[in-house]
């Protein structure tokens, strides 16, 4: 029972170009929601959340998107940059459950120069 | 300042060998938390430490999987008698949140990962 989905496993876009990354999600207990970063033989890198409170977090490049209506959350990365590529993780979590996380199968992004 | 350390980065076994796998947490940091990824999966939740004490071992796939940190800092996380479906990366990550507040989560409460032990189990 997959949670939390990431439908597309891999995107390619051009630099300077918007990245958005896709995720759903069926729990409905879910009030946390991040996104990370991961390069290859590295851990995962935090890097922005939202709270169900909120439908929007802003980060430099960086902002998530939330539709609680339709479990959906989206990243969109604008301008991409080369540096960017790498699997991006779709994480959320529950109160009731503390804080652990429940992740999605990742999307590989890669920015083309 | 260090980020989470964990030790061996590799580790091959034969099938039926026992392994134990280290994690050090960020300094300070009150939660530590074990995740196993399987290729071309997301980190699967396997067990959380709050200080020393486990507050949720659910995630652990079987009796032979055991993680302890008995002083509250470092952890180990110990596998006996491995299969081959064992074989994973293992990532430890910690943070400064503590359980059971009643406080909505902040910036706290985000989980730093080390660079995971890759297993094989042969």
């Known amino acids: 029972d997959q949670q939390v989905k990431q439908n597309s496993p891999s995107l390619s876009v051009q630099e300077g170009r918007i990245s958005i990354l896709n995720c759903d999600y069926t729990?409905?207990?879910?009030?946390?929601f991040l996104w990370y970063k991961k390069y290859p033989a590295e851990g995962p890198t935090f890097l922005i959340s939202?709270?169900?409170?909120?439908d929007k977090n802003e980060d430099g490049r960086f902002t998530v998107f939330l539709n609680k209506s339709a479990k959906h959350l989206s990243l969109h990365i604008v301008p991409s940059q080369p540096g960017d590529s790498a699997v991006y993780f779709c994480?959320?979590?529950?109160?009731?459950?503390?804080?652990?996380?429940?992740f999605g199968e990742g999307t590989q992004l890669t920015v083309n120069p | 300042g260090a980020g989470v350390s964990q030790s061996p980065r590799y580790k091959v076994a034969k099938r039926g060998q026992d392994v134990a796998l280290r994690c050090d947490p960020i300094?300070?940091?009150?939660?530590l938390f074990w995740y196993q990824q399987a290729l071309g999966q997301g980190p699967e939740f396997l067990t959380y430490?709050?200080?020393?004490?486990?507050?949720?071992k659910s995630g652990l796939p079987s009796d032979r999987f055991f993680a302890e940190r008995p002083e509250g800092s470092v952890s180990t996380l110990k596998i006996q008698r491995t299969q081959q479906e064992d074989s994973a990366v293992y990532l430890c990550?910690?943070?400064?949140?503590?359980?059971?507040?009643?406080?909505?989560?902040?910036?706290?409460?985000?989980?730093?990962f080390g660079p995971g032990t890759r297993l094989t189990v042969l």
């Open positions: 990550a910690s943070s400064r949140a503590r359980f059971g507040l009643a406080s909505r989560r902040a910036s706290t409460d985000t989980q730093y």
């Open positions: 729990n409905s207990m879910f009030d946390y």
């Open positions: 939202i709270s169900s409170i909120k």
């Open positions: 994480a959320a979590s529950e109160e009731t459950s503390g804080s652990r996380l429940t």
């Open positions: 300094s300070g940091h009150v939660s």
């Open positions: 430490f709050q200080n020393e004490a486990q507050l949720d």
